[in-house]
């Protein structure tokens, strides 16, 4: 037997309705905020990555699948959106005849990472970017259509932490500051953070390992470096916030792992969610569209994992997302009654009424089990004598009431009592 590649997994036709639940919040959110959506390819050129994400970052470093193609190419699945976003922005000149635009994404991404309860290689990410504003309200925003998402799924439990890790002004101080103190406590670093030291001493910060926590827990804080450009912005982003009650807290060793972010970072985490708690994650990247080409845009974005999504609402309500049920089953009571069965169903689809009839050429009694099976709301049962009469009984499963109506079935009078 063939199998799945390993961290890859099939989303079954049991979890796909939970999975429409949350893409259709979330593309009804994001158009109560006026995002529009944009669809960038899977694959990208392998250098698109490198320049955004960081050689250093783990993604770039060890994570990404990258192959070469038929003409050798350097390819990559996308590991991340917000670069394929850049790359279209740039590419379309999407921002040209519009001071400010809004974009969103639900697409699946690929990591080679060690799977793990919250960690896959392919998973789903649903993402937004404004483009054009150095405001904080634009930070706000994006951090407000993160929140609205989660309430809208029924999410209670999830926490805002948030940072600033400077701009190109003020950072490199804060880098060299960092630099110092790190190379005196080289010896008390993991390995990986040793090599990271060299390269890019401010993902020494991002590490996870409790080695790296301890020896690193009384460097320089960002705050003390901060330009007053920087401070200010923080400052009022954190004023928005407040002022529509959306609570947070500040961690000012939150990097994140990618390396373009300038300014705000932030990450929403849920305590139901084990070690991977980060529900969402992201930050302002004011460089990036001019260091991929573009013209100098300011731009805020973030980018959360949908299975983590789906983790968090089944630990806090396992019953929130209701199945669709099928309305109507058809049964046909003989063979001779099947194509008017047809016939109707077809109608009955066309004018929008979920239905479904057998097409093994089952008995009339394992159609009706069928019918159970399937929870239909309604069963009609149609037969010479029903044809004949021009009329059929439309029952109801659960309450077990039936009502005659007209055959061919009307869609008005049926309308009538499935809608009631
Ligand atoms: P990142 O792009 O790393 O900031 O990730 C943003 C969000 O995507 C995270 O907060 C997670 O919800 C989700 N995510 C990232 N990596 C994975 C993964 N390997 N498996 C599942 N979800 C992931």
Not at 145 to 164: E, Q, R, W
Request: glycine share 4%; hydrophobic share 35%; with cysteine.
């Amino acid at each position: 037997m063939i199998s799945s590649i390993k961290g890859m997994k099939d989303i079954l036709p049991a979890e796909t309705e939970s999975w429409q639940f949350i893409e259709n919040t979330i593309h009804n959110i994001c158009q109560q905020f006026h995002f529009k959506e944009i669809r960038t390819p899977l694959l990208e050129q392998t250098s698109l990555f490198k320049r955004s994400i960081g050689e250093e970052t783990d993604i770039v470093s060890k994570e990404m699948y990258t192959f070469f193609d038929r003409s050798n190419d350097s390819i990559t699945l996308k590991p991340e959106a917000t670069a394929s976003i850049v790359r279209s922005f740039i590419q379309n000149h999407i921002g040209e005849d519009q001071p400010s635009t809004k974009l969103y994404q639900i697409s699946a991404m690929f990591r080679q990472e060690r799977p793990q309860a919250g960690r896959l290689r392919q998973f789903h990410q649903y993402d937004a970017e404004i483009f054009g504003s150095t405001e904080p309200s634009a930070d706000a925003e994006i951090i407000l259509l993160n929140s609205a998402i989660f309430k809208n799924l029924g999410l209670t439990n999830f926490k805002l932490i948030l940072n600033s890790v400077g701009c190109e002004n003020c950072r490199p101080n804060y880098r060299d500051a960092i630099l110092k103190n790190l190379t005196s406590l080289k010896n008390k670093l993991t390995p990986q953070s040793r090599e990271r030291l060299e390269k890019n001493p401010l993902r020494v910060l991002d590490s996870k390992e409790a080695e790296d926590i301890e020896a690193t827990k009384n460097l320089p804080l960002i705050f003390e470096f901060l330009c007053d450009s920087c401070k200010t912005h923080f400052d009022e982003l954190q004023n928005i916030l407040k002022s529509v009650n959306l609570n947070f807290t500040i961690n000012n060793r939150l990097v994140r792992g990618l390396d373009y972010y300038t300014k705000t970072a932030f990450e929403f985490i849920s305590e139901n969610l084990g070690s991977q708690d980060a529900l969402s994650g992201g930050g302002r990247y004011d460089l990036l569209v001019s260091q991929l080409g573009g013209k100098k845009t300011p731009a805020v974005g973030f980018a959360g994992g949908i299975e983590r999504l789906l983790m968090a609402i089944k630990k806090e309500n396992q019953n929130l997302i209701n199945n669709k049920t099928l309305k109507l089953f058809i049964a046909s009571a003989d063979t001779s009654s099947k194509n008017i069965v047809f016939q109707n169903a077809n109608n009955l689809r066309n004018a929008g009424i979920s239905t479904d009839f057998d097409l093994l050429n089952r008995s009339l009694k394992s159609q009706m089990r069928e019918a159970d099976r399937q929870n239909a709301e309604y069963l009609i049962v149609i037969g010479e004598k029903e044809i004949s009469e021009e009329k059929v009984l439309i029952k109801n499963m659960q309450t077990r009431t039936s009502s005659l109506i007209n055959l061919p079935i009307n869609i008005e009078e049926i309308n009538l009592i499935i809608n009631k």
